[in-house]
């Protein structure tokens, strides 16, 4: 439950999806259900009146939806939401529609001021759950569901790419683009930063070689490690992850073995750890 929520949750688009989604929800449930005792607040008007006027008062509701979704997107650019923090935040959004609705109900109609408000905070509450948490459970289906459709897309056109890098050279350029060194993937082991420039580590004729060339791990991770067996594992190291053979975890961290004698092990800080497991069971023999 402390496990960070999708990003689809809080996505613009799917937050617009959501405030529409649950307003249409919300019209045709009072219409046709007619909660809180709705219908008698008119009971001399039309049905066409009383739709546009129970579609008002939800519609009005539906502003705290909008005013807690847009709260939530300033949040999300400073701090993550957990499980525990989106179904209470929900359950925020639920006791303030039911108190709107509640506070209505009492004040409004003229017959609501002969009744008890918390026997009709209570049934607000009943009929707000539905009207929420009904719209949001279909919606969060659909998103998760069209969110693992995509992932499996990605997976299905990026395989064929992969095996053909496997056979291709690697590029190494220098911070001006020019090209200063090719290396096989199957030879390339790992590369190391040091300050502006980067050490590439490689097999040559069975032996560790290495070449320094001027450029940024940042460069090399954003330009090499797409669709290939690279990761970026530390801020300091990119691994060839074809060349691993051992994930070793002690009490000073957890590091990687090659399979190449004389090599380092190379340590996986905290950032880069859940790149590294992704790739690691995809890549690794």
Not at 1 to 13: F, G, H, S, V
Not at 19 to 34: E, G, K, S, W, Y
Not at 91 to 117: C, N, V
Not at 133 to 140: D, G, R
């Amino acid at each position: 439950m402390y496990t960070k929520i999708p990003a689809y949750l809080y996505e613009k688009n799917n937050i617009m999806r959501l405030i529409l989604f649950t307003a249409i929800f919300a019209m045709l449930f009072i219409n046709i259900f007619q909660p809180f005792n709705s219908r008698q607040w008119y009971p001399d008007i039309s049905e066409f009146k009383y739709f546009f006027f129970s579609s008002l008062i939800i519609l009005i509701g539906m502003l705290v939806v909008v005013i807690s979704r847009l709260i939530m997107l300033a949040v999300v650019k400073t701090k993550s939401l957990n499980y525990w923090s989106y179904f209470t935040w929900v359950l925020i959004e639920i006791l303030a529609m039911s108190l709107f609705y509640a506070l209505f109900t009492k004040f409004i109609p003229k017959e609501g001021f002969s009744r008890d408000f918390m026997v009709i905070f209570r049934e607000s509450v009943v009929n707000t759950s539905l009207i929420i948490l009904l719209p949001y459970s279909i919606l969060w289906l659909y998103l998760s569901w069209r969110e693992k459709n995509s992932l499996l897309e990605k997976l299905s056109k990026t395989e064929p790419s992969i095996e053909i890098h496997r056979r291709n050279l690697i590029a190494f350029k220098d911070e001006k683009g020019e090209l200063k060194l090719s290396i096989m993937l199957d030879n390339l082991l790992y590369i190391e930063s040091a300050d502006n420039y980067a050490t590439i580590h490689y097999l040559n004729k069975s032996k560790i070689s290495h070449f320094l060339i001027r450029n940024s791990l940042k460069w090399f991770d954003e330009n090499l490690t797409k669709d290939t067996p690279l990761v970026r594992c530390h801020r300091s190291y990119i691994i060839n992850l074809d060349k691993v053979k051992v994930l070793r975890k002690t009490k000073d961290g957890i590091f990687l073995e090659t399979d190449t004698i004389n090599s380092p092990d190379i340590p996986v800080s905290k950032t880069y750890y859940e790149r590294v497991m992704t790739k690691f069971s995809k890549y690794s023999v």
